[in-house]
């Protein structure tokens, strides 16, 4: 680092601008294929409802977060727009398009990123209730000021992402340290890839690692987000000590954080989780060399700052003041008795809290629904609904589908955790009678062909991974029995 340019930190901001873009791209795609039978117009929870409450009441408007729709009236149209828009800009970004301008265009590109994501997430409710959407906005956020191509990124900022991944991990730590027993046992990695929300195609052979690799896995989990995210800002070292010794230990930790998290994207489907904090531990990875000569051309002009050209140094420094504020409540949380999980302290989610899985569930309880065309319930022959992530034929491979995040699949999850059932599920089974089209597109299948069932039902099953000689003899990934009727039969008024 040279003062105010990170001028080691060309390849990682190249990686930060490129690979947040593309979840951008990712994020923007999955709303497009699923918020309007999710949260559209005739959607399970219409996003247009909770608009008109937010207007109609003071307490509303305190409540809802930024969105371009609080000021122009949601359309399925217009959000269709949103994301094309969204689409667009990312791909440009991941091409690299805009970094070739001055560093105001590629700002501009993220920022409108940034507010055109947080429109969405702000009226998604229950379903974009999930630390990564936070995670991407933030992300998001800061690669607005990463700058051009034709000069050095800004120490600054580079500072700061590594704030931001040392939140991500040391924060998960902490929850976990502070969660279950089963962290503190080194037990818990032998239930989590059994019981995950959206098993992966090697989920299974991982459960069935003996328990000494398990107890290991938590092991280095604890070594890898409590110890190892301090060494992220040994770089910051090198503006006093000579040598690549600093440099050194911040890329070696970033390596531990990307290895950890490769696994955890080898295990399981977190949708961007794992993919987005790969992405920013790259930011502490310096290769000294990349980009040398655009910032020599640099410092030959007039009114820069090593490199940097005046006003963007400006810039950059008044984006970290802000953050130097905003971060003392995510600061106190860190270290606070009663640890925030995934929240946010402020309404444009800057500086935020993260964590997950602090506690560690330890049978699996999946929701069946099931539905028939007979007339009598009670003799009815049942047939199933296939979702397209979360377990259900116990002879399929479960896909891989991260970083696409299918967030029907994931509220399904939840479903058993909780006390009783949602209002959006009610609204799901009316939709499976209704045969709507748009809702049956999120499942991976339907078992009547676009017709309208007599009556739906939901059913709880226990699922475990089968054994490897329970898999010789039946071929079946997955052993379940019935536990008990969850809602129904219901059926439609005639």
């Given at each position: 680092?040279?003062g105010f340019a990170a001028v080691d930190f060309e390849f990682a901001r190249q990686v930060l601008q490129r690979g947040i873009a593309a979840l951008f791209v990712i994020a923007f795609l999955s709303t497009l ?262 910032r020599a051309a640099a410092s030959d002009v007039p009114w820069t700052v090593d490199g940097i050209p005046l006003y963007w140094a400006v810039v950059t420094g008044a984006v970290g003041v802000l953050f130097l ?170």
């Open positions: 680092m040279d294929n699923q918020f309007r039978p999710l949260l559209g117009e005739r959607g399970l929870l219409p996003a247009p409802e909770l608009l008109d409450w937010a207007r109609s009441s003071k307490r509303g408007r305190r409540l809802l977060r930024p969105t371009v729709f609080r000021h122009v009236r949601y359309t399925d149209g217009r959000l269709v727009a949103l994301c094309a828009g969204g689409i667009v800009v990312g791909a440009a970004l991941v091409a690299g398009i805009p970094q070739l301008a001055p560093p105001w265009v590629p700002m501009l590109c993220f920022l409108a990123l940034w507010l055109g994501y947080m429109s969405i997430t702000s009226i998604g409710q229950t379903f974009y209730g999930f630390g990564w959407e936070m995670l991407l906005l933030e992300a998001g956020f800061l690669a607005a000021f990463l700058g051009s191509d034709d000069q050095p990124p800004p120490t600054v900022v580079i500072v700061l992402f590594w704030w931001l991944v040392f939140r991500l991990e040391f924060g998960a730590g902490m929850i976990k340290i502070r969660g279950g027993r089963e962290w503190r046992h080194l037990t818990a990695l032998m239930y989590h890839h059994e019981t995950q929300p959206m098993p992966g195609p090697l989920s299974r052979q991982a459960h069935l690692l003996p328990r000494w690799f398990h107890r290991g896995e938590v092991i280095g989990n604890h070594f890898a987000q409590l110890v190892v995210p301090w060494f992220l800002f040994a770089p910051l070292l090198g503006l006093f000590v000579p040598g690549p010794m600093p440099a050194i230990v911040g890329a070696v930790a970033a390596v531990i954080v990307i290895a950890t998290q490769t696994w955890l994207v080898v295990t399981g489907n977190f949708a961007w989780l794992n993919w987005m904090t790969i992405v920013l531990a790259f930011s502490a990875i310096g290769v000294p060399g990349v980009g040398a000569e655009p504020v905003l971060s003392w409540w995510p600061l106190q949380n860190l270290f606070a008795r009663r640890q925030l999980m995934n929240a946010a302290f402020n309404r444009w989610q800057l500086a935020n809290a993260y964590g997950a899985f602090g506690t560690v569930t330890k049978e699996r309880i999946e929701i069946v629904v099931e539905g028939t065309m007979d007339e009598d319930p009670d003799a009815a022959t049942w047939r199933e609904y296939s979702f397209k992530g979360k377990p259900g034929d116990v002879r399929r491979v479960p896909r891989q589908f991260a970083p696409y995040h299918l967030r029907l699949d994931w509220l399904m999850w939840f479903l058993p955790l909780g006390r009783s059932l949602e209002d959006w599920f009610s609204a799901f089974l009316v939709r499976l009678l209704e045969a709507d089209a748009p809702t049956l597109g999120l499942l991976a299948d339907d078992p009547f062909d676009g017709q309208r069932p007599r009556w739906v039902r939901a059913v709880s099953y226990r699922y475990r991974f089968s054994t490897r000689e329970e898999f010789r003899t039946s071929r079946a990934r997955w052993v379940r029995d019935r536990r008990r009727p969850v809602m129904g039969p219901v059926a439609l008024r005639r």
